[in-house]
């Protein structure tokens, strides 16, 4: 089949799916998904397909994503018909105290004091433990692509803008961030030809010395020294005391399918397997598709709420007990499921919402507030090798620091049943909820997904659409997706719902808060998965910039 690339050319909006009979590759820009490609027909494997694919979109993304922040991987080895689970988050350095060098977070964290907080960086530990292990082809030669556009520069995107101008307020606060994202006065506008020469000077250092340039090396020397500077008593060895974690990754079984995610401290597997077991619990095929039908809505949207409470018990196994069998027991799953049945509403409670929260039942709060940032591709070679992998600016570095044209974000981890990320000072990894999946049939991969963004409540949905409703992926991805169950008794969606839906939700006591018909904060999926042909097939998803391609 001849090499095709999906219409839009990584605009927000409709894609298509595509195929081959080779390879296929998507990630969320032109430039990233084009050097996946390249590395694959130049006779790579997927692993340095993935491998260049993650350092550039760290130059041409610095959005959603950074050289210091975590990687996670699930990578599928044809030969031996093994995964190999990677998980290189940032890490606490242990014995110091919670370095804030700045007064303000990102996003959903932007009023809590303390955050975020400075940590070793994780994206560079994850990229030479892939290599060693995996890759095939020269490191200089999987750094081409970064060092290329690190130094004639990216064209910035209309989303790329968006994003920055609702995030740069983060860097404003350090004179490193305020010459890198605004060097002139003024972020990049749309259109602009965005090059860094500090960057570009790093990218090449890291071409020639491999990746113990961020290590050891030049690049790893300067950033203790700015930690230092600030007051962080990291120390050199710090940034290698605590090398990635690989691991076989996280099985359940659903419907026949075996599905794959990261194991604890990471959340989603869990998360995942208590959802859609409360979901096959409750009969969902029969009661409807929640953007169609009020009470599927409401018992998906309980179901999310559910799965986040009961994961706030989930922790580093070395550190804590392991809790994953105890939270997804049949047992409690169908005893949860009988809790939702029994709690419905047995009246109409149209009125109270009238009376109490207005006419049409639909609250004024509109966009989501939920995380935006992350980079997330998939890769399939012609010898069956397939990664699905996640690189995000999430966890890494000190905050607001700009070193080397790297820029930082740090970590927003803090101590607490309900936080999406938790560490502890003493060592151990940090639990956060992190999107990479398969599903096996037969033993080997048959789709594999993943998504930035607001990821903990969105996987399932997009799961559930195909393995439980029978969709095709990227109608799965298209679908409306909601947010949990508030506890004021509202249930946040993508207002492309069914007219009867929030109607529905109003007899049950249910405000609908309308998000945005595609809310890019409920994320976009990069997807590959086995055509009926035999052939392959990959798809990136509407709600942002993103192409799939193949050959």
């Known amino acids: 089949m001849a090499s095709t690339i999906s219409t839009g050319h990584g605009r927000v909006g409709p894609k298509e799916t595509v195929t081959g009979n080779r390879a296929v590759a998507s990630s969320q820009h032109q430039v990233v998904t084009d050097t996946m490609l390249d590395v694959l027909r130049a006779g790579g494997n997927a692993i340095d397909a993935a491998i260049a694919g993650n350092l550039v979109q760290a130059v041409v993304q610095q959005d959603m994503t950074n050289h210091t922040g ?76 970064a060092v290329h556009w690190a130094e004639e520069g990216h064209e910035v995107t209309s989303f790329e803008h968006l994003v920055m101008a609702q995030t740069v307020d983060f860097f404003l606060y350090t004179e490193s961030g305020r010459r890198h994202f605004t060097p002139d006065g003024h972020l990049p506008q749309v259109g602009d030809r965005w090059a860094s020469p500090e960057l570009a000077a790093t990218m090449r250092a890291l071409s020639a010395e491999g990746p113990d340039h961020f290590l050891t090396g030049g690049w790893a020397r300067d950033f203790v020294a700015r930690g230092n500077q600030l007051g962080w008593a990291v120390e050199l060895e710090h940034l290698t005391a605590q090398p990635p974690v690989w691991d076989t990754g996280y099985r359940w079984q659903h419907r026949g399918d075996t599905v794959v995610q990261l194991s604890a401290p ?86 109270h919402v009238k009376l109490t929260r207005g006419v049409p039942a639909m609250a ?38 700009v070193v080397g044209g790297v820029p930082m974000v740090g970590s927003h981890h803090m101590n607490g049943l309900g936080s999406p990320m938790e560490g502890w000072a003493v060592g151990g990894r940090m639990r956060s909820i992190l999107s990479n ?18 990821v903990h409540c969105t996987v399932p949905q997009v799961l ?45 006591g249910v405000l609908t808060n309308p998000l945005p018909e595609y809310d890019y904060h409920m994320g976009s999926y990069q997807m590959a998965w086995r055509a009926t042909d035999g052939g392959l097939a990959t798809c990136t998803g509407p709600r942002r910039e993103g192409v799939a391609g193949g050959f």
């Open 70 to 145: 975590t990687v996670t991987a699930l990578v599928y080895e044809a030969a031996t018909g093994e995964i190999a689970e990677l998980n290189s988050m940032g890490r606490i350095v242990p014995g110091l105290a919670p370095f804030a060098p700045i007064p303000m977070g990102k996003g959903l964290y932007a009023s809590v004091p303390g955050l975020p907080r400075a940590v070793v960086p994780g994206f560079m530990p994850g990229m030479k433990a892939l290599f060693e292990r995996f890759a095939t082809l020269p490191w200089a030669r999987l750094c081409e692509s």
């Open 266 to 351: 990471e959340r989603q597997g869990v998360y995942c397997q208590i959802v859609l077991g409360l979901l096959e619990e409750l009969d969902i095929t029969s009661v409807g598709h929640w953007s169609q039908d009020a009470d599927a809505l409401y018992y998906l949207a309980h179901a999310l709420r559910r799965a986040a409470f009961e994961t706030g018990l989930l922790n580093d196994p070395a550190l804590f007990g392991d809790t994953t069998g105890p939270l997804t027991s049949p047992d409690l799953i169908r005893s949860v499921a009988d809790i939702l049945r029994a709690a419905r509403a047995r009246v109409d409670l149209t009125d």
């Open 364 to 401: 004024a709060s509109g966009a989501s507030g939920q995380p935006a940032g992350s980079c997330e591709l998939t890769v399939v070679d012609e010898h069956g090798n397939w990664v699905q992998m996640m690189n995000t600016l999430q966890s890494g570095g000190i905050p607001g620091e």
């Open 437 to 454: 999946t398969m599903v096996l049939r037969d033993g080997r991969p048959w789709l594999s997904l993943g998504s930035p963004g607001n």
């Open 464 to 508: 559930s659409n195909i393995l439980d409703f029978g969709m095709d992926p990227y109608a799965a991805d298209d679908a409306p997706r909601c947010l949990p169950y508030a506890d004021d008794h509202t249930i946040s969606a993508e207002m492309r719902l069914g007219p009867d839906v929030s109607a529905g939700l109003a007899r049950l």
